[in-house]
């Protein structure tokens, strides 16, 4: 279905990144998932029934917008991919109804994510709603309260919300948790949001979230009749990124940009630039890079926004940075605030503050060059409102 570029080399490989590091038990059902996305990837029902519910509940496409005042304080031509006006407010959604597709066709009788801002537990207690099976959803109790309007939101579509006060209390803690339920239950469905973890997940996202890159391409060229000179995106795990990058990745006269949670920035020890200060580990299930203490192992993280706060990072991305053909970026807590104010006053846009890394960048890196550029903007503000406010 989607044309998306992708750079695997062998099965569940991106380079010398990715493959799967689990417990013998979880080897079944990851190969039941891998050839259930496989047969469902040469479906065209499947295929059908996703792109109806792209349409008709998600609201796709996405508008590419072109925002003329920050155009003008940037000196750059920038168009906003709006997943923010996505039903749920993020990209997310894009994923979850496709796993949720393959959970259903899998006969589960349960759904477990995980979730770090929330967007992708909404997102999946959505879906799971919608198909009417039961979903546990894991977040650190840190993260549950930094984001506590979509915590009522899950909870208000009939999730069952478990908290955990491990580690640092943020995503990473609530993947552990999540993947410790699901080796106990491996008759679960773990429906993961992000293009992390073992094959085939990350194969799985980057598939389901290529419709933001292939309509973005589609649309640069409808109202500018052109490639963009630049695009950018923030990466967390790496799912809003790759799904854009993935439709441009064979273009050498694009640049890709990606902003990662600097946290504190470089030297602080307080961040979530994986690619940028982190290096090459297995983590949670795959190969890729993470953030790693003088011993070599994962450490914590830190970012202001709970969906980038987390140390690894997706095995493509990990590879796109060796391969030079995407550039990683680190952006700070301070920086990520101002583009959040910047585009709420610019544009009457808030985005959300994964996003609004992103925003910062292009920014930053466009001034006065006068590209034709896209950015991501992977979801919506309204969870970071209440807590941009009382820090004001
Ligand atoms: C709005 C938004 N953007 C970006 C991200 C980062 O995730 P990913 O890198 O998988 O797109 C998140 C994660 O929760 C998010 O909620």
């Given at each position: 279905m989607f044309k998306e570029q992708t750079?695997?080399?062998?099965?569940?490989?991106?380079g010398q990144f990715g493959g799967s590091f689990v417990p013998p038990v979880l080897e079944g059902p990851l190969a039941r998932l891998s050839e259930a996305f496989e047969a469902a990837t040469r479906n065209q029902d499947f295929i059908n029934e996703y792109r109806y519910y792209l349409t008709h509940y998600v609201g796709r496409p996405s508008p590419l917008y072109y925002a003329k005042r920050l155009s003008d304080y940037t000196g750059s031509k920038i168009y906003l991919k709006r997943e923010d006006l996505n039903h749920t407010g993020a990209h997310k959604i894009n994923n979850c109804l496709g796993q949720i597709m393959l959970a259903r066709g899998m006969g589960a009788k349960e759904i477990i994510a995980e979730t770090g801002a929330g967007q992708h537990g909404v997102a999946t207690a959505t879906a799971a709603a919608l198909f009417g099976i039961p979903c546990k959803i894991f977040m650190g109790s840190r993260d549950a309260q930094r984001q506590k309007l979509n915590v009522q939101r899950m909870k208000l579509l009939g999730a069952q919300i478990i908290t955990t006060d491990q580690g640092t209390a943020s995503l990473k803690d609530a993947v552990d948790v999540a993947l410790g339920y699901y080796i106990e239950?491996?008759?679960?469905?773990?429906?993961?949001?992000?293009?992390?973890?073992?094959?085939p997940y990350p194969s799985i996202v980057r598939f389901f979230q290529s419709i933001i890159g292939e309509e973005a391409r589609k649309q640069i060229f409808e109202h500018e009749k052109r490639l963009p000179d630049s695009i950018f995106a923030c990466v967390g795990g790496g799912s809003n990124a790759i799904g854009l990058f993935s439709a441009f990745?064979?273009?050498?006269?694009v640049e890709i940009h990606a902003a990662e949670?600097?946290?504190?920035?470089?030297?602080?020890?307080?961040?979530?630039?994986t690619l940028v200060l982190g290096k090459p580990l297995v983590f949670q299930g795959t190969y890729s890079y993470c953030i790693a203490d003088e011993d070599g192992q994962p450490a914590t993280a830190y970012s202001i926004a709970s969906g980038l706060d987390y140390p690894g990072v997706g095995p493509e991305h990990a590879h796109l940075k060796e391969s030079g053909r995407v550039t990683y970026h680190c952006i700070t807590d301070h920086e990520a605030i101002e583009a959040f104010y910047l585009l709420s006053k610019l544009e009457g846009i808030i985005p959300a503050i994964e996003s609004s890394h992103a925003v910062a960048l292009a920014t930053k890196y466009l001034r006065g060059k006068n590209n034709l550029s896209i950015i991501?903007?992977?979801?919506?503000?309204d969870k970071d409102v209440e807590r941009e406010m009382e820090n004001e």
């Open positions: 750079i695997e080399t062998k099965k569940g490989y991106f239950h491996p008759d679960s469905f773990y429906l993961l949001g992000s293009a992390v973890g073992p094959h990745l064979g273009d050498p006269t949670g600097g946290g504190e920035g470089p030297g602080s020890g307080k961040t979530a630039s991501n903007l992977s979801g919506r503000g």
